[in-house]
């Protein structure tokens, strides 16, 4: 449970068991997603990008250490914690709507997902 706007640090840790380095800069970047849903709507409420601190060789590890932030009203939300590949190095997010499970289309939103954990939040 959180306060309407309160910020709380979150760890977040990630394992790349991919053949490929993850990059932090060039035509294919990797981020991590920070998304906020509407639990009862789908809708996106607030998102924000955040970067890798270093490149993480394939086998390796990355932690980010993030400031998570409720949004400005009530109510139960579903957060999305989601690394992707920005193609060209751009992301453009989707529309704040969508279907009922909040993922996005990765032609849609110019990023392809690697990995992604969510949970659920109650903002009081």
């Known amino acids: 449970m ?16 991919g053949g490929r380095s993850w990059e932090i800069s060039g035509a294919a970047p990797v981020r991590l997603l920070v998304r906020w849903y ?11 990008i955040e ?6 060789p394939a086998g390796g590890a990355a ?3 993030v400031q998570l932030k409720a949004p ?4 139960r939300f579903r957060v999305s914690f989601t690394l992707v590949k920005l193609v060209n190095g ?3 997010p989707p529309p ?3 279907d009922a499970s909040g993922k996005s289309a990765s032609s849609v939103d110019g990023a392809e997902e690697l990995a992604e954990t969510t949970f659920m939040v109650t903002v009081q």
């Open 51 to 56: 970067w890798l601190r270093a490149n993480v």
């Open 90 to 92: 751009q992301y453009q």
């Open 2 to 17: 959180m306060g309407v706007g309160e910020s709380v640090p979150v760890s977040v840790s990630a394992r790349n068991n």
């Open 72 to 75: 400005s009203r009530s109510g």
């Open 63 to 65: 932690r980010l250490d």
């Open 96 to 98: 704040a709507t969508g």
């Open 38 to 48: 509407d639990a009862n709507s789908g809708t996106r409420t607030q998102y924000r």
